[in-house]
Each structure stands twice: as C-alpha cells, then as structure tokens.
C-alpha cells in the first residue's frame, strides 16, 4: 500500500488533526530529548482509544510501514525516536487517570498519563507511586512500564516492574491482550505483563496501566554528605543501613557535576568549600524513634570518613538539596550533547569503576571531560561524557566503556534501556542462547517487524562464508559466525 493510502486510513482512524505531516509540526516527536537521536517520520498519530490504537497498528502492517511507540519522549537512548520514514505513534491522549482501588490499592492510568499526574492521584488517597525521577512532568505511565523506569526510590521499592501489577497492550497485529484483574496473586500461565514491562516498545503498545501502590512513609530528614571517594559514601551508607531501616533513597555525585549544576541553575553552594563526592539520602520514620534525626547527625558526625554534612528536615530545603542531584541531567545537557551511558557495578566494584574509566576514555577521546553521577545503593552510574560525540561517531567511546563494565562483572544497561544507542554492545553481557530466546520472542509476538524494528536486539548473525577447499576435504568444516555492528 502507498504512504499516501495509509496516511489516509490513520486520518480516517483518529481524525485529520492527529495525524502530523508537517515537518515543523513533527519535530518535537523527531528527536530525543539528549538531541543526539532522530528521523524524519512519515507521521506521528495520535490515537484517544484502544480501539483506535489497534486500528492504526493494523494500518501501518497492512501498509508495511513500521511504527515507533511513543510516550513524553523523555527516554536517553533513542528508543521512542523515529528513523526515516516510520509513524511515531504518540500514546499522549490516553491520558485518564483512575479508577483507584484503596483497599486493593491499585491505580488504572492511560499510558499517557505523567509520572506527577500518577502520583498526586496516589497522594490524594494517601497512597504513593513509589518511583519518582526529575522527568516526572514529562514522563508517561506507558514508557515508564515499557523501560521498566528506575529512579530515586528504587531501593526501597523496587522499579517499574515492581510497582505495576496489570497492563493493557495491544499487539502488533492489533489484538488486545488485557490483565488487570487486580488480584495480588495471579499464575495464570506466562506472565505477559512482565514480558511486556521493559520491552522498550519492540513486543507491544501499552495502552494502560494498573499501578500497585504503597503507603508512603513520612520523611524525617535528608543529608548530604561531603566524602573523598565512593569507597567513603559506601562505608556511610553501610553505618546508616546499620542503625536505620527507613532509608528510602541514596545518589551520589561528583565535584564537578555539582559546578556544572550550579553554572547553569544559579542555585547556592551547599558547602563553604568544595569536596571531591556527595552522598544524598532521606531517611524515612520507619523505626518511629522520636529523636531519629538527632541520632542520624550524631552518627554522621562521628564517622571519620565525612569530610561535612548538612542535614535538613522542611520540605522546601530538602527540595534544595535534591535540586542539586537532579538537576545534574539538565546542566550536562546545557553544556553540551554527552556520550549517555547508564551503567550498573557490583557494589565492589564501583571504586575500580570510576579509577579505570579516564584510563580507557582517554585513547579514544583524549578532550572527553566525564560527569557521573547516580543511583549509588544499586551501583548504578549515569556516565555523561562531553566533548567525546564526534569519537563516538562508530562507537569507539561506548565501547571502551562498556567494555570496562563488562570486564568488571555489571550491567551495561542498568535503567534507561537499551534502544537505539546500545543495541550493538548487547553480546557482551547476554549469551547466544539468551539472545536467540529474546530474537524467538519478538518473532513470536511481531513476525513482520512492525513493531521499532532497528531498536533493542542487535543485527541478526550473520554467518561467515565457507571457506572453499582447495582440496577436497575430509571433514565438515563448522560454520563460524559473526556480529554485524
Ligand atoms: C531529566 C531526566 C531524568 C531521568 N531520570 C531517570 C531515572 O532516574 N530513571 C530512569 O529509569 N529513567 C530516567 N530518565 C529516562 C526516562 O525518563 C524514562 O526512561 C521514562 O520511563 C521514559 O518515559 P517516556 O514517556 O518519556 O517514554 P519515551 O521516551 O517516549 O519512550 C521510551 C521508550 O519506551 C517506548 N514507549 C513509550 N511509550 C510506550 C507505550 N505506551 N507502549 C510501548 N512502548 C512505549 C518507546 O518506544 C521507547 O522505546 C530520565 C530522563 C530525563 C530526561
């Protein structure tokens, strides 16, 4: 089918003024939010219902036009981004909220719904989402679920696929397959919804989801404390874990992310004089001990390894000091666009991690000036590279780093997801029999590539040719095979 036909049935499906053509129009659905990935895209659509979801869906296969999913395009590494010539189907309009259950304590949302629509619904009731990150005023529900988000609470309760218990999704031949009975325990055949959950658009279309609240702790106080090495943030961590269980949330970051964040957000220095490494953490009330806070500054000041501290209790100066923390992604990108890697480490490893990373960046990039900063309880390490895009352009700077991730036993995809911008480095740390059984699921469930083909999997193997026998041989010779990159 011609794109002019499909463009005529999708306008047919969810009327003229939700299907974008125009080039101007289109861009903010053109290009990621780092500006490092984009396309020109055939169309973005935008449907209000399942049923017009699903309509679109068989449209574009029937026209053999793939599409690329897409929710508040807040995601780091160009999954929900089009390549030339796909439909970016927009889920914003599916943007109700509720029914929310109390006793059962789940939350319906569309997938458009934002992560701070999400969570004043759950606070309305007394309830909470348990995650949160800074594009909570951008990020949707749907992409949330489809990169199973992280984020600044996941120590405490999990990430996405621990906090949703239900999805609908539409499949790429427009089916609907939906699981929102909201039992707690339901093992009823293959679990589709955590299949779903972090398939990062390549499997289905999340339409909705049925979130699993919490009951929110209070929050007693929060702290940030000025150590050397991560060595020293890990040993406070520890004595903090020791004597306290309500801690809901610990980031780290640097010297100079701190001075990036202060350039460019105009906000005070923390401290009278700078240090090398910050550790930011609230603590929740969960031991009901009246005079927590006080045993926290006690504990804080007694060990040798905090160079200082500040610790604070109001709402409006703890939102100061998480400013600091999160506003790092914002100040990095004002500056520049970063090599974005989103990397996880053993715990043990982290200190070794940060050494041996200069080391392998400087052959490659020797100008890359690196911003890192993160999730510290989980290991998990945003590393922003500025001045290192262009020695990126064939990889070389991903490479050197993830293979030092690799070599030190973590993850190379630790939250934000593998799309566009990891794909290639997958092989290193799954197995060919862990991505043949991802290859036979997205066979399975999207035959026709529809469904962001180019995203996630790597490019299929592809066998090297038999070398001919100069002589005729005697024995079978096996097939050695090779990545494409
Ligand atoms: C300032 C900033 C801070 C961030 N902090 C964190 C953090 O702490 N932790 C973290 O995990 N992430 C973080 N992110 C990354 C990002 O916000 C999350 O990955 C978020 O979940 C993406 O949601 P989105 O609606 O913007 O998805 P998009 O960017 O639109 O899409 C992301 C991916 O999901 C797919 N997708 C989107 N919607 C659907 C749907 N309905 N059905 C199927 N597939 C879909 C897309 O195709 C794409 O592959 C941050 C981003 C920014 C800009």
Redesign the pocket.
Known sequence: MPAVDLLADLREIVGDTHVVTDPEAAQPYAQD?TRRWHGKPLAVVRPATVAQVSAVLRACAAAGISL?????????VG??VPHDGEVVLS?ARLDSVGPLDPLGRTLMAG?GVTLAQLQRAARSAGLDVGLD???RD???V???A??N????RVMRHGAARFRIRGLEVVLADGSVVRRMSGVAKDNTGYDLVQLMIGS??TL????AVQVDLIRPHKIVGTALVAVSTVDDALTVLRAVQRDFTGLEAAEFFHHDGLQLVLKHERLAQPFERPHPLYLLFDLADDDNRPDSFDELTALLTDLDCVRDVVLVATAAERRRLWELRELQ??AVSAEGVPVKLDVALPLNQLSNFERQLAEVVRPVARHAVSIIFGHIAEGNVHVNLLNALDEDAGGAVTEAVLDLVAALGGSISA???I?QANRRWLPLTRGSADLAAMRAIKQALDPEGIL?PG?MLPDPVVPEPEPKPKVAAKKTTRTRARTTR
Do not use: C, D, K, M
């Open positions: 939010w690329v999913p897409q929710g508040g395009n807040t995601g780091l999954g929900g889920l997938a990150f800074s594009a951008t990020a949707t749907g992409g949330i489809a990169t988000a992280g984020g600044e990062e658009g289905g279309v999340i339409t992604t914002e939250e934000h997801g799309g962001s995203r």
